[in-house]
């Protein structure tokens, strides 16, 4: 039973930067893409981005494209979010996934995700 466990959020001003972290434990998540998705309060969960299983792709949402950057280390099972500019509108509690299958290329629907972890809250004040 694969684990995902979030950190680095926090408070911040907008401008700043801040970087999360997820740790998977129970799988190795070489031959997984992964995302990050976020969720806002009152909102559904939106995708944010997605890195494939040979760290060779990466896809973004139009509203974080050249201001967030994801990445991996296979060799640790982490996969990091990198978020510069902060906006307040990026205010949500950020998730992340592990894909569904093996050795598809990054999706960025929340049904092709399982395994979520709890969460990391990301504020961001003007």
């Known amino acids: 039973q694969i684990q995902l466990v979030e950190s680095g959020g926090g408070l911040v001003q907008a401008g700043e930067s801040l970087t999360l972290s997820c740790v998977t434990s129970?799988?190795?998540?070489?031959?997984?893409?992964m995302g990050w998705f976020r969720q806002a309060l009152g909102k559904e969960r939106e995708f944010v981005a997605a890195?494939?299983?040979?760290?060779?792709?990466?896809y973004y949402a139009d509203s974080v494209k050249g201001r967030f950057t994801i990445s991996r280390d296979n060799a640790k099972n982490v996969v990091y979010l990198q978020m510069n500019s902060l906006k307040p509108e990026d205010t949500a509690v950020y998730y992340c996934g592990i894909d569904k299958q093996t050795f598809y290329m990054p999706r960025r629907i929340v049904d092709a995700y399982g395994s979520w972890g709890q969460g990391t809250q990301v504020t961001v004040s003007s």
């Open positions: 890195i494939s299983w040979s760290v060779t792709s990466t």
């Open positions: 129970g799988r190795n998540i070489r031959d997984y893409s």
